[in-house]
């Protein structure tokens, strides 16, 4: 399988991050690539930070609001010493698409705003000299976009609809990088890991790029660096006696070097990366890692923050674990998209379980009368078509070929809230799991189940492994009315159990509150409110034993695009935007730390 692997600084190895301000220019004419903005420097003084989302970074609603390309430009200055190195242009990620210029020269085009992108740009560029790097981002959603979204063209300009429920940040949201590799080098990394008692088993698939004839060489060190196995040649197999698990909570992690040798031994290119011994499997109602049964206890989550909106940003990474660790959770899902990959290694060092989503978000014409205040047919000619079904399965591969050697993602989910209730659905939906399931036989599959898509409705769960239930009983059905909800959750649930005997993660559940809103008796929008919301969830799960996971919606207040039903963005943190606690949040760390 073709991986996607992180650039590391090893023995044969640089990177430097291009971070830092950029110039920077809207184009709402479309005017830049016409006109060649890469030939040249940008158009006015605005400067912008990478990584950040752009559109809160200026007081103006045209920034804000900006439809269409975007204009970034660096010059870097490539190291005198790269001299003889394979040179490596990378983005991590350019949301929604980008194109990039080394100086007059195009060498990237990409398409999804999550992913990492790549080209080889030794010939373009000279060590010790200065390269001009220029990347046009367009953040146009639309139907054959993950996610999908349409442009509304109006007598003010171009509107941006969409049918999901954060506002539609855009930019270089990661960092930018220049990395070098040797001219032979290792092109793919995977790792696949077994647990049989007390002795752990890790097999590796290596792909090289040139140097034929060379041989390799592969070294698996324990966290106190000490060798624990090598092996020759790939792919292979290493043996690890006494292993020492990954494990939630404790993310115990091996070093795997591959050293591609030459004649005489000669060290040709050398990469590392940390590995997780660990295994993941679904057992009737039950979710196994290492084979003990899991609950999941966590989140659903946003790259969210005041300013920088979607941009990377390690300090919110490291308070947000740490918040998370103080409520005693074990887990979240990256919804709505995949995250930076630094979460994602951080989550293995952390023990956090990850269920890791593709940007499949809004796949459902109902969602969108309630979000795109538009009336359309989900799957069809004109909307989600054969051609989005592509840009998702690349979506897909995507996320796979970068995340798939994180011990710490133990699920894919292919979707959140997709309409799920007709043949259409089913026809979509059953390539894509099969591919999921062909790129990576080793982790259970899933989607986020639409709280209309009732087990007598839905028609595609049968598909999945696991099923992860979005509900919101209480709040936008029977809402202030918690007998009733409890009632009606309970009763579905149930259904849920009875039709499909398949563990049950709750992915969404929650209310918003307003922080500081306060009532009794409690009522929407309240803290109190809220906590009764999750505490009534929590006594359903509690008698229901196929219910493996409780994943509250959300872990802090996230911006939105404007409506009548936010306020000031959405308001279900257990956290607000800044990360103070709501009530709920106390109860939750209670239940969690078992404290009550
Ligand atoms: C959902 C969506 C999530 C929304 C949430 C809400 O079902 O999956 O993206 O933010 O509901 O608060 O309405």
């Excluded at 242009?89 to 990237?108: G, P, S, Y």
């Excluded at 509107?159 to 070098?180: E, M, S």
């Excluded at 060379?214 to 092996?231: F, G, I, Q, W, Y």
């Excluded at 799960?541 to 409506?563: K, L």
């Amino acid at each position: 399988m073709a991986t996607m692997l992180a650039p590391r600084d090893t023995p044969t190895r640089e990177r430097k991050a291009l971070n830092g301000l950029w110039r920077f220019a809207l184009d709402a004419a479309d005017d830049g690539r016409v006109q060649g903005w890469w030939r040249q420097r940008l158009p006015g003084s605005r400067e912008v930070p990478v990584p950040s989302s752009y559109n809160d970074l200026f007081p103006e609603a045209d920034v804000h609001d900006h439809v269409g390309d975007a204009w970034y430009q660096t010059v870097v200055r490539v190291p005198e010493r790269w001299r003889g190195e394979r040179i490596v242009l990378r983005f991590d990620a350019a949301t929604h698409r980008a194109v990039v210029w080394i100086d007059e020269t195009k060498v990237l085009e990409h398409e999804g705003g999550y992913t990492p992108f790549e080209a080889d740009v030794t010939d373009l560029v000279e060590p010790g000299g200065e390269i001009r790097v220029t990347a046009v981002v367009d953040n146009i959603l639309s139907w054959q976009s993950i996610p999908p979204g349409y442009v509304e063209e109006t007598p003010d300009g171009r509107r941006q609809r969409y049918f999901h429920d954060f506002f539609n940040y855009a930019g270089l949201h990661r960092t930018v990088w220049l990395y070098t590799t040797p001219g032979p080098y290792i092109a793919d990394v995977t790792v696949v890991t077994e647990l049989n008692g007390s002795i752990g088993t890790v097999r590796y698939e290596v792909e090289t790029s040139g140097g034929d004839g060379a041989n390799m060489l592969v070294t698996l060190r324990d966290a106190e660096e000490k060798e624990v196995a090598h092996a020759t040649g790939a792919p292979g197999e290493l043996t690890v006696e006494d292993v020492h698990p990954w494990r939630p909570g404790e993310g115990y992690l091996y070093e795997l070097t591959v050293e591609l040798r030459g004649p005489g031994d000669a060290t040709v290119d050398v990469y590392s990366l940390p590995i997780g011994i660990r295994t993941v499997r679904v057992d009737g109602a039950r979710f196994l890692i290492n084979g003990d049964p899991f609950y999941f206890k966590g989140f659903g989550k946003h790259e969210d923050s005041a300013v920088r909106g979607k941009g990377h940003d390690d300090a919110f990474m490291v308070h947000d674990f740490a918040l998370m660790d103080w409520l005693g959770a074990n887990s979240f899902r990256t919804s709505h998209y995949p995250y930076a990959e630094e979460v994602l290694e951080y989550a293995d060092r952390q023990g956090i379980v990850v269920i890791g989503e593709v940007a499949a978000v809004g796949l459902n014409a109902q969602l969108g009368e309630v979000l795109g205040g538009v009336s359309f047919t989900t799957f069809s000619e004109e909307t989600v078509n054969s051609a989005t079904h592509e840009v998702h399965s690349q979506a897909i591969r995507e996320l796979i070929a970068r995340d798939t050697n994180h011990p710490c993602v133990v699920l894919w989910s292919i979707a959140n809230e997709p309409e799920s209730w007709t043949p259409e659905s089913r026809a979509y939906f059953e390539p894509l799991v099969a591919e999921t399931r062909r790129l990576d036989p080793t982790r259970p599959v899933a989607f986020a189940n639409f709280m209309a898509a009732t087990p007598d409705r839905d028609v595609i769960s049968d598909l999945f492994d696991v099923l992860m239930l979005n509900r919101y009983h209480g709040w936008y059905a029977q809402t202030g009315d918690l007998a009733a909800a409890e009632r009606s959750l309970e009763q579905e649930l149930r259904a849920w159990v009875d039709k499909h005997g398949k563990p049950i993660v709750f992915t969404e559940y929650g209310a918003d509150a307003v922080a500081g809103a306060h009532a009794l008796p409690p009522g929407p929008w309240t803290e109190e409110y809220q906590t009764d919301v999750l505490a009534m969830f929590h006594r359903v799960f509690d008698r229901i034993d196929a219910v493996v996971g409780e994943q509250i919606w959300n872990f802090a207040d996230f911006a939105t695009a404007p409506g009548i039903m936010r306020v000031d963005g959405n308001k279900k943190g257990v956290f607000t935007r800044d990360r103070r606690p709501k009530a709920a949040a106390h109860m939750l760390r209670r239940r969690w730390r078992r404290l009550q």
